[in-house]
């Protein structure tokens, strides 16, 4: 079983559309939880980073942590066309603080 | 803030050829670098994290000899794929962390390197 669960997809939505995207994760010395998108040929970028549970807001993106049910989301809100790329859940462990990547979700948003 | 820059974006050699890449942290300081590779609709695959004024500490299955990393400075560290061939044709992604090993500050990420080897 992989530390890191998600779904890849590809996930193909109308533009406005909210999307919900997912990860679960096994290991429970995770602590620090990341979304990444990555569009095509292009090195991840930094969409969220939290270290609770709960949610956390940034614009149009929401990040929700669930530490019991080890269970991450990454919800879009008004999904645009630039919105379309990979996007990445990865999990922060270990004393060298390596990340564990989920295998990322293709998103692609309508116009 | 926390910009990471990767030199050169995209790179085509021919076989035996070695290719330097380099990737340098803009506005911090990194005690530690990573380096990843990324074959198509797969997620990154660590292959080695990169130290300052030590010795990299290399995943299971990547050979050291063939993936030389030099981390002589606070903001750059290089990969040289010494006698590329073609099965070494990849995108590599560098990424970095200000505040070192232990810091809990999430990695950033430089815009890879796409090699081509003929």
């Known amino acids: 079983q992989k530390e890191v669960e998600q779904d890849p997809g590809p996930l193909s939505v109308p533009e406005g559309a909210i999307v919900s995207l997912n990860c679960t994760y096994s290991?429970?010395?995770?602590?620090?939880f990341m979304w990444y998108r990555q569009y095509s040929r292009k090195g991840p970028e930094l969409l969220m980073y939290?270290?609770?549970?709960g949610n956390k807001e940034d614009g149009r993106f929401t990040a929700q942590v669930d530490k019991s049910s080890k269970y991450i989301s990454l919800f879009i809100r008004d999904s645009q066309p630039s919105d379309s790329a990979t996007y990445l859940c990865?999990?922060?462990?270990?004393?060298?603080?390596?990340?564990?990547f989920g295998s990322g979700t293709q998103l692609t948003v309508l116009p | 803030g926390a910009v990471v820059s990767q030199h050169p974006s995209w790179v085509i050699c021919k076989s035996g050829t070695s290719v330097k890449i380099e990737c340098r942290s803009l506005?911090?300081?990194?005690?530690?670098m990573f380096w990843y590779r990324q074959f198509p609709k797969q997620s990154l695959m660590l292959m080695a994290t990169?130290?300052?004024?030590?010795?990299?500490?290399?995943e299971q299955g990547v050979e050291k000899d063939k993936f030389l990393i030099n981390h002589a400075s606070l903001t750059l560290s290089t990969l040289t794929v010494t006698s590329a061939h073609p099965e070494d044709s990849s995108f590599y992604i560098c990424?970095?962390?200000?505040?070192?090993?232990?810091?809990?500050?999430?990695?950033?990420f430089g815009d890879g390197t796409r090699l081509s080897i003929l």
């Open positions: 506005d911090f300081q990194a005690t530690t």
């Open positions: 990424s970095a962390t200000p505040g070192g090993t232990r810091s809990n500050q999430p990695q950033h």
């Open positions: 290991n429970s010395a995770f602590q620090y």
């Open positions: 939290t270290y609770s549970s």
């Open positions: 990865a999990n922060l462990s270990g004393s060298a603080r390596q990340l564990t």
């Open positions: 990169s130290n300052e004024g030590s010795k990299a500490t290399y």
